[in-house]
Structures are given as C-alpha cells and as structure tokens.
C-alpha cells in the first residue's frame, strides 16, 4: 500500500522551530520528486518546497526562502522540513506528496503537483 505520513507538527512560539517528516511506504521516494505544500485556514493550498530525491535540486517560497530549509534521507525513505523563525502566518495543515519527476522541482511546487500525498500535520504557530 501507498503511503505518505506527515509527522512533527504541533503549536510553537514565534521565532520557534519545528521539523516535519515525511515517511513513504510502498514505494521508494527516491524515484520522486517530493513537496511540501500547506493550507492555511479560509485559504488555498500553496506550496513551500521541493526537492529533487534524484539530484537534490531544491526550490522554495519565497514566503520561507531562508527560514525553511528541505532535505531527504533515502536511506530512511523520509524527506524533511526543517523550519526556523516561525511567524504566526507560517500557520496551517502541512502536507508532502509526491510526483513522478516529469517535471522540475520548481514547476512541481509551483503548479501542486503529486500523484501520492499524505494526510497532513498541523502547524500552530502562536504566543
């Protein structure tokens, strides 16, 4: 069975951190591209960013560029967002998916592209 399991969200300070993970069952991420997308409450998804398992090949929100960095661990089947200087507007369920790389990591999170994606986790962050 295919399988994309978000975990490490939960409610942090401003200025805090957190690292999501991503976990693949099933299948090998390293035949993917892997995204990192969110929704914000009233709001559409948007993407935060990509990664190319196969290259490494990255791309980010300008929204996060500086603040969250991406990196996969194929090893471990689980790619990761590591994200720093939370800002109350970084709230929202996060979700990973995965695309066949038919396309760049940047057309990939620019048009939400995945053909798996996971269920999500909730970011809160907030004083």
């Known amino acids: 069975q295919v399988q994309l399991v978000e975990s490490g969200g939960g409610l942090v300070q401003p200025g805090g951190s957190l690292r999501l993970s991503c976990a693949a069952s099933?299948?090998?991420?390293?035949?993917?591209?892997i995204g990192w997308f969110r929704q914000a409450p009233g709001k559409e998804h948007e993407e935060v960013s990509c990664i190319s398992t196969t290259d490494g090949s990255t791309y980010y929100a300008d929204s996060v560029k500086g603040r969250f960095t991406i990196s996969s661990d194929n090893a471990k089947n689980t790619v990761y967002l590591q994200m720093n200087s939370l800002k109350p507007e970084d709230t929202a369920v996060y979700y990973c998916?995965?695309?066949?790389?038919?396309?760049?990591?940047?057309?990939?999170?620019?048009?939400?592209?995945?053909?798996?994606w996971g269920q999500g986790t909730q970011v809160t962050v907030s004083s």
């Open positions: 998916a995965a695309a066949r790389p038919t396309t760049t990591v940047q057309a990939m999170c620019v048009m939400i592209m995945g053909n798996y």
């Open positions: 099933g299948f090998t991420l390293d035949n993917y591209n």
